[in-house]
């Protein structure tokens, strides 16, 4: 493997890893501070849309222009990723961390059939096989098929709500993109209205205590920052040096990483049926993107990487939202 690859795998590895721990800082948050789940989601885009600000403002500065009608757009798209955030945090203190993560890996089979009922694209026998055994795969993971559900019930369901609504979202970026606008503003722009429309249900009096506390306060930070804009910076460094397709299957990395959080630090245990069912959703990531991969390749050939120079270097913020803007739309 040359120092590229190793570059590129190492970024993403890291990447998946921070998203991995979401669930650790949103535990924290909730279980020491008394923060809800609409709270943290709060918490999570205001920070993210304050640190994104300061870097487009400094180095980007001409990417937040927008029109009046791409509004509506990022209005209902804005909606999709603040229920995204929010029922995510929700499963994630009603289920196991690691079937949290898995339920919103579904995103990419919601993404299949409203790409079929409103695109009209196609869908072949190997999407619908890969949707097939990631379903076998969830649901041995709810513990369906023994005849009990030892899981909470609204939790299941906030998961899979989840996976729906961050797939609307990831739409939305296509919807972006057709319409010409900057992936960096519409990534701001995104996080900025989610907020202020969340800021009406949020409770100001355990968002104070954590505010104003050391600790909480770090844990916003990290919680905003480090776990949100750092790990797209490294999804922009990784698709660099790697294929699409290649990001996107170690991507599933994150659900390893999140069944070792929860297995280290909530003494979460997995058994037999859970391992089937989370093996059997990684199954249909690779059938998934080893289409992706051979349609790449008859239609452009061999990947080549980014040059060590090229002509027009972009900023590291909009590096950052632009390579995370062509990372979904490869997912879809």
Same mark, same amino acid.
């Given at each position: 493997? $040359?120092?590229?690859? #190793?570059?590129?795998?190492?970024? #993403?590895?890291?990447?998946?890893?921070?998203? $991995?721990?979401?669930?650790?800082?949103?535990?924290? @948050?909730?279980?020491?501070?008394?923060?809800?789940?609409?709270?943290?989601?709060?918490?999570?885009?205001?920070?993210? !849309?304050?640190?994104?600000?300061?870097?487009?403002?400094?180095?980007?500065?001409?990417?937040?222009?927008?029109?009046?009608?791409?509004?509506?757009?990022?209005?209902?798209? !804005?909606?999709?990723?603040?229920?995204?955030?929010?029922?995510?945090?929700?499963?994630?203190?009603?289920?196991?961390?690691? @079937?949290?993560?898995?339920?919103?890996?579904?995103?990419?089979?919601?993404?299949?059939?409203? !790409?079929?009922?409103?695109?009209?694209?196609?869908?072949?026998?190997?999407?619908?096989?890969?949707?097939?055994?990631?379903?076998?795969?969830?649901?041995?993971?709810?513990?369906?098929?023994?005849?009990?559900?030892?899981?909470?019930?609204?939790?299941?369901? !906030?998961?899979?709500?989840?996976?729906?609504?961050?797939?609307?979202?990831?739409?939305?970026?296509?919807?972006?993109?057709?319409?010409?606008?900057?992936?960096?503003?519409?990534?701001?722009?995104?996080?900025?209205?989610?907020?202020?429309?969340?800021?009406?249900?949020?409770?100001?009096?355990?968002?104070?205590?954590?505010?104003?506390?050391?600790?909480?306060?770090?844990?916003?930070?990290?919680?905003?920052?480090?776990?949100?804009?750092?790990?797209?910076?490294?999804?922009?460094?990784?698709?660099?040096?790697?294929?699409?397709?290649?990001?996107?299957?170690? $991507?599933?990395?994150?659900?390893?990483?999140?069944?070792?959080?929860?297995?280290?630090?909530?003494?979460?245990?997995?058994?037999? #049926?859970?391992?089937?069912?989370?093996?059997?959703?990684?199954?249909?990531?690779?059938?998934?993107?080893?289409?992706?991969?051979?349609?790449?390749?008859?239609?452009?050939?061999?990947?080549?990487?980014?040059?060590?120079?090229?002509?027009?270097?972009?900023?590291?913020?909009?590096?950052?939202?632009?390579?995370?803007?062509?990372?979904?739309?490869?997912?879809?």
């Amino acid at each position: 493997m $040359g120092q590229r690859r #190793i570059i590129g795998v190492a970024a #993403i590895l890291i990447a998946t890893t921070c998203f $991995g721990f979401l669930g650790l800082f949103n535990r924290f @948050l909730q279980n020491d501070f008394g923060l809800a789940s609409i709270d943290v989601t709060f918490v999570r885009l205001s920070f993210a !849309s304050i640190a994104l600000l300061i870097a487009l403002a400094i180095f980007a500065p001409k990417t937040l222009r927008i029109t009046l009608r791409d509004i509506p757009y990022i209005i209902l798209f !804005s909606i999709f990723k603040l229920l995204s955030d929010l029922f995510l945090f929700n499963a994630q203190t009603t289920t196991s961390l690691s @079937l949290a993560t898995l339920l919103q890996m579904t995103s990419p089979y919601f993404i299949m059939v409203f !790409s079929f009922l409103i695109f009209k694209e196609q869908i072949t026998v190997k999407k619908f096989t890969a949707m097939i055994i990631a379903s076998i795969g969830c649901v041995l993971v709810t513990h369906v098929v023994t005849g009990h559900l030892s899981l909470d019930a609204a939790g299941i369901l !906030s998961g899979i709500m989840s996976g729906l609504c961050y797939g609307l979202f990831l739409l939305g970026n296509k919807v972006y993109y057709d319409r010409g606008m900057s992936p960096a503003a519409s990534l701001f722009y995104t996080f900025i209205f989610a907020s202020v429309m969340i800021l009406p249900f949020i409770h100001f009096e355990p968002l104070g205590n954590a505010f104003t506390d050391v600790t909480g306060l770090g844990a916003c930070i990290v919680f905003g920052v480090l776990l949100t804009l750092v790990p797209f910076y490294l999804l922009a460094i990784s698709l660099r040096y790697l294929e699409p397709t290649t990001v996107s299957v170690l $991507g599933v990395m994150e659900l390893v990483a999140s069944t070792m959080v929860g297995f280290f630090f909530f003494d979460e245990v997995l058994e037999a #049926i859970d391992i089937g069912g989370i093996l059997l959703v990684i199954a249909s990531v690779f059938i998934i993107n080893a289409e992706v991969f051979l349609w790449f390749r008859r239609k452009y050939g061999e990947y080549k990487h980014a040059p060590d120079k090229p002509k027009k270097e972009l900023s590291g913020a909009v590096a950052m939202n632009r390579t995370f803007d062509e990372d979904m739309r490869d997912r879809q």
